[in-house]
């Protein structure tokens, strides 16, 4: 079992920027990807971003691609992310998860961290 817990988050004004982490503890040899999800208020939970565990590769979705960073740090157990010039409809709950494989759905996760952003 992988125990994930967030922080960084925070309440920024438009055009800012936060660095969340994600402090994974337990089994962390089994971690394949780890991802960033959020959810907006009467939204469904979406997918952010998400890093190879050991490779670095990484993926986002369309709308953050430029102005969010993923980045890990094995050595600390950490996965970050950076997000830059922040809008609005970037507020939501932030969640990490991790996957055991490519194919693997994402089975941990922690408790989330808010983010809120004004105009």
């Known amino acids: 079992q992988v125990q994930l817990e967030e922080s960084g988050g925070g309440s920024v004004q438009a055009m800012g920027s936060l660095r969340l982490s994600c402090a994974a503890s337990?089994?962390?040899?089994?971690?394949?990807?780890m991802g960033w999800f959020r959810q907006a208020p009467g939204k469904e939970r979406s997918f952010v971003a998400s890093?190879?565990?050991?490779?670095?590769?990484?993926i986002y979705t369309e709308s953050v691609k430029g102005r969010f960073t993923i980045s890990r740090d094995n050595a600390k157990n950490t996965v970050y992310l950076q997000m830059n010039s922040l809008k609005p409809e970037d507020t939501a709950i932030y969640f990490c998860a991790a996957k055991r494989s490519q194919v693997d759905e994402y089975d941990s996760w922690g408790k989330g961290t808010q983010v809120t952003v004004s105009s």
């Open positions: 337990g089994r962390t040899f089994t971690i394949y990807r």
């Open positions: 890093i190879i565990w050991s490779g670095g590769s990484t």
